[in-house]
């Protein structure tokens, strides 16, 4: 950040802090309340995609408070200033030519208007206002009344609408959103503001954000925004957790409906033909199902990511109007197991032979873009990978749906990274860690793809702070989710991790020969196998390579292989996968590459136009190391699964 904010961190402080505290409405630290069923059109459910360009304004009046002093959301942002075209969904940072968006701190505005359609603005019908994420801190108001706010970049919330918009059916509906990208030691990602008050060095008022990860704090409105109608007696929630035998698999659901106690629910479990396989009714329940089709991870069944749908009905008498909601959940069938050396899906080990990714791309940033979630599916599958890790915050929904459509199995990180402040591990902090997977469980519990939460990434987990953190996140993740395993990303030293205690499966990130011993692959067969050793012997729990990898500049070439060349990538890559070759016959689970594809960052002696560690470039293309990670995936998932020789021939040609 570069540009002088005349009362500066005081003031974007000041003004930050006070409304993460003051209001408790959505975010804080106040828990996850309802449901946050992703928005499905249904014969009782309309929908509105409202992505396209936007206004938008920064606030760049020292300290930042002049939308909030002046009230920008009262009239149309038009008539409080200029404003300019953004587009929705999209980072804002990269898409003007001005330095100082693209490293802006601060509130910037959001406005929409909107017309709704007649028929919405009946009684008996809730309309919500849904935002699938925005980056950081969210303050949303409608025709200037405010609906909700949010702290957190990754997950989605919603607002019911319905008194303001019916309201005052004449004007067209204004969507105003203040948006505040500051990270503070609280926020998840902690971060902090730094006041460079030499003036010999640096202009009155100059700070910088600093943070402890390694990705560019993109920031805007990165997920669709829509308005979705429900009757005003509707399903909330449901919750669907599955076990199976080979000839039986059991379906218990849970549904809440909000709006009336008066009602009745029946449900009906759908095959991919169409056919119904169970029904029942009431709030909750089992399905029994048998000859189940489980759900199976790609390149581990010819028939990857079955799907059966459940539709539910829910049928309210209100206000002397017969109600109806209809809600169809897909469902995939299948068990997780850990034991100390394997990871069974369906009772069947698994290994993970994947990637960590970032949401990230040239002038998007941050923003959803199907066509390269399609295209990073393709590669995925062209690369043989069954599996990522949300490295480090949670995806868009629609990239999950994909994954439960296609097989992937998805380790759920949420957006712990660079948790490295002592005062980042205290009660605060804590707090709002719990909510963040309270926000996390309640979107991704219904998910077959996902298959593990991480709680965090890298956390300084030696401090003494650390234990009880841990544990009592874990312990509160377990609870809210005892389905699944849990476990977080750890860089620290075995010896001293206070964190590893608590979680089921050991994800340990190494770079030998990079950032340890840099240029020296003759050290990793002894190293890693130390390290593999080291943590299996203190823990006797399954152990997943949770990151390695080398930055390499595309078309930078050197034998014998130097750092940076592509080479270099691939021959580390070698030395690497000998050791897991040795080490998955016995209790390693898996082998995630860092990273899928080159991605931004924040500049820096070390990263060239950002982190140059994919095997993809950013646009995607393959580097070298891309076909020698291929290949040894194919050759992983021929020798351990069942496919038929004309499938994979098929996959082979996606
Ligand atoms: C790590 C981090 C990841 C970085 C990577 C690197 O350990 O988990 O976020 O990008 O190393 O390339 O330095």
Known sequence: MAAAAPGGVAGLCRLLLPLLAAVPAAGGSRGAVGGMLYPRESPSRELKELGGVWSFRADFSPGRAAGFEQRWYRRPLRETGPVIDMPVPASFNDITQDPNLENYIGWVWYEKEVLLPQRWLQDNLRVVLRFGSAHYYSVVWVNGVQVVEHEGGHLPFEADISSIVQGSPQIPCRITVALNNTLTPHTLPPGSIEYMNDRTRYPKNYFVQNIRFDFFNYAGIHRPVVLYTTPSVY???????????????????????????????????????????????????????????????????ENPGYRYFLEVKMQAQANEALLEDVYTLPVGIRTVHVTSTQFLINGKPFYFHGVNKHEDADIRGKGLDWALIVKDFNLLRWLGANSFRTS?????????????????????????????????????????????????????????????????????????????????????????????????????NYAVDRGAPYVDVICVNSYFSWYHDPGHLEVIPLQLTAQFENWYKTYQKPIIQSEYGADSVPGLHSDPPLMFSEEYQKAMLREYHSVFDKKRKEYVIGELIWNFADFMTNQGTTRVLGNKKGIFTRQRQPKSAAFVLRERYWKIANESSCLPPIMKSHILFL
Not at 236 to 265: H, M, N, P, R
Not at 423 to 442: A, D, P, T, W
């Open 392 to 492: 480090h915050y949670p995806y868009a929904e629609e990239i999950m749906d994909l994954c439960d459509a296609y097989g992937i199995v998805v380790i759920d990180e949420c957006p712990g990274v660079g948790i490295k402040m002592p005062e980042s591990f205290g009660n605060k902090s804590l707090q709002h860690h719990l909510v963040v997977m309270e926000e996390l469980i309640r979107r991704d519990k219904n998910r077959p793809s996902v298959v593990m939460w991480s709680v965090a990434n890298e956390p300084a987990a030696e401090l003494p702070p650390a234990a009880y953190y841990f544990k009592t996140l874990i312990a509160h993740t377990k609870g809210l989710d005892p389905t699944r395993p849990v476990t977080f990303v750890t860089d620290t």
């Open 235 to 301: 399903i909330d929630d449901i919750t669907v957790t599955t076990t199976s035998t080979e000839s039986v698999a059991k379906v218990q659901y849970q549904v809440s409906v909000v709006g009336s106690t008066f009602y009745s629910l029946s449900l009906s479990l759908r095959d991919q033909e169409g056919r119904v396989v169970a029904t029942g009714d009431g709030p909750a329940g089992v399905l029994k199902v048998s000859n189940p089709n489980l759900w199976w991870p790609y390149l581990m069944h």
